[in-house]
């Protein structure tokens, strides 16, 4: 592709090499120096760890034939700065894919928990009523039957163009995407075209990287800017959360769609129940009601249920269409899911990870069952702070504790446990470093009527350590501590 075709829609500061340009064919694009080849462009990002202008040289070397950056760099090669490289780096990778955005509607589901469950729900809808549907977020991307394999919950610039690419090739016109707050600061979805903004809820996570709480809202705040600039925009905002009331009340120029369950809202939901089988509520949109049944457990499944209805509402969905698919969806891997082995104790693994996200768990938990018994650690290299207010949480709303490894990257898994302890105050737990025995030690202690909470990990199949990462399984390893249990006990 020309470069000049590459470089629309990006702000370039200056071109040194100027005289070239017209003739400058490239073949590819880099972020990674190492994976530079002949006639590739690569695009020097700054992250929090290392700064690609160090590796410009590197690049060079390898077959790239341009540069482009934010620094003022000297050498004797074809250079484009810009002012922001990640901006760039979206705009150019859609120019490489022919900016397949363009040609597709994207509903972005932002917020601290929820966004994975949201998803695949407003996904399962939307083709149920026929429309044929991609999906991207922690679990991966689904580009109709089509299953692939991603790094983050939200792609990065080059990989999120090319799935974008391949779902315009397959006829995908609409695709429904978790993104994150760190996305959104890095603008890795810049040049997506977003028809669609729903916010589930905003609590502590992620201050490792935002710093603050207004720095991490206003990143996902940014998405709701972007849904703005469209005409026909459809916001869906959770009224019961703060930070949705901060949202409805900057943007209420766009009329949003509010839900919740406390405050007076558009979608919303009353007579609740909750059972281990899952829920049921009185859906109400405006003055009309509804009867919904669901698999999925807990209060938190109402509000996502509730931001899936609000977007299909939005765009005229039929609701009985919604209800049903609503009846016969099952919880999502790794989310409140539950391992029904026949034993005679409940089972539950969710990717609780933050404070809030732990604590709306165990109350579920709490519903269900007689004794709440939790494993849980937390990850290394994230946000210190929270991990106090978890240990706190899981001894005050659990009657007992197995405190373990999570992911402890480079940091001592005791030193985590340590930070862990630092927030108990009650004598309800035991530390347990092996994640493998926390596990096997709480399936063994449970009585009947016990409800097992297996939290942190929820659909991940690793364990990263500061030297190697293993494959690890919360799932596979209650399956197997439950099934010899069950076989002791014959």
Not at 87 to 112: C, D, E, M, Q, W
Not at 303 to 321: E, F, Q, R
Not at 340 to 358: C, E, N
Request: aromatic share 8%.
């Amino acid at each position: 592709m020309k470069l000049l075709k590459l470089l629309e829609n990006v702000e370039v500061i200056d071109i040194r090499g100027i005289e070239r340009l017209n003739e400058v064919e490239i073949d590819g694009i880099s972020s990674n120096s190492k994976n530079v080849k002949k006639n590739y462009m690569f695009i020097a990002l700054k992250g929090e760890k290392f700064d690609g202008h160090s590796f410009i040289e590197e690049a060079l070397r390898n077959g790239a034939i341009v540069a482009l950056g934010e620094e003022d760099i000297v050498g004797d090669f074809l250079y484009i700065r810009v002012s922001n490289s990640k901006r760039a780096y979206a705009f150019i990778s859609s120019n490489l894919y022919g900016n397949p955005f363009r040609h597709i509607k994207t509903v972005g589901v932002t917020g601290t928990n929820g966004k994975t469950t949201t998803v695949n729900l407003i996904g399962k809808i939307l083709e149920a009523s026929g429309e044929k549907i991609g999906v991207i977020g922690t679990l991966g991307a689904r580009l109709g039957s089509e299953v692939l394999s991603t790094q983050f919950t939200t792609p990065e610039q080059l990989l999120l163009a090319e799935l974008y690419g391949r779902a315009r090739l397959l006829g995908i016109k609409r695709i429904v995407m978790e993104v994150s707050s760190h996305a959104l600061a890095q603008h890795r979805v810049d040049a997506v075209y977003f028809d669609g903004g729903i916010f589930t809820n905003l609590t502590q996570d992620h201050l490792d990287f935002h710093r603050d709480m207004e720095s991490y809202f206003n990143a996902k705040r940014r998405l709701f800017e972007m849904v703005s600039e469209v005409e026909t925009g459809i916001m869906v905002i959770n009224v019961d959360d703060p930070y949705g009331k901060r949202l409805i009340k900057e943007f209420w120029e766009k009329y949003p769609i509010t839900y919740g369950i406390k405050e007076e809202a558009i979608i919303t939901a009353r007579n609740i129940e909750t059972s281990v089988d899952g829920l049921s509520f009185d859906l109400i949109v405006e003055d009309k009601r509804f009867k919904v049944q669901s698999k999925l457990l807990g209060e938190i499944n109402v509000y996502n249920i509730l931001s899936a209805i609000g977007y299909c509402y939005g765009v005229g969905v039929p609701m009985d269409i919604a209800l049903q698919v609503i009846c016969e969806f099952r919880p999502v891997r790794g989310r409140l899911e539950r391992i029904d082995l026949g034993q005679s104790f409940q089972v539950l693994i969710d990717y609780a990870h933050t404070p809030d996200a732990l604590e709306r768990i165990l109350k579920v938990a709490k519903s269900l069952g007689k004794r709440v018994i939790t494993v849980f650690g937390c990850g290394g290299d994230r946000d210190k702070t929270k991990r106090p207010i978890m240990g706190d949480i899981a001894t005050r709303l659990s009657d007992f504790v197995i405190i373990t490894s999570d992911n402890p990257r480079s940091e001592d898994p005791i030193r985590i446990i340590e930070d862990i302890i630092s927030g108990v105050k009650r004598n309800n737990y035991i530390i347990q470093e092996d994640r493998k025995e926390a596990i096997n030690y709480a399936v063994n202690m449970a009585e009947p009527g016990d409800v097992v909470v297996i939290a942190g990990k929820g659909h991940e199949t690793y364990q990263i350590f500061k030297d190697i990462t293993i494959h690890f399984d919360d799932r596979e390893v209650a399956i197997d501590a439950i099934k010899r249990r069950i076989n002791d006990n014959q």
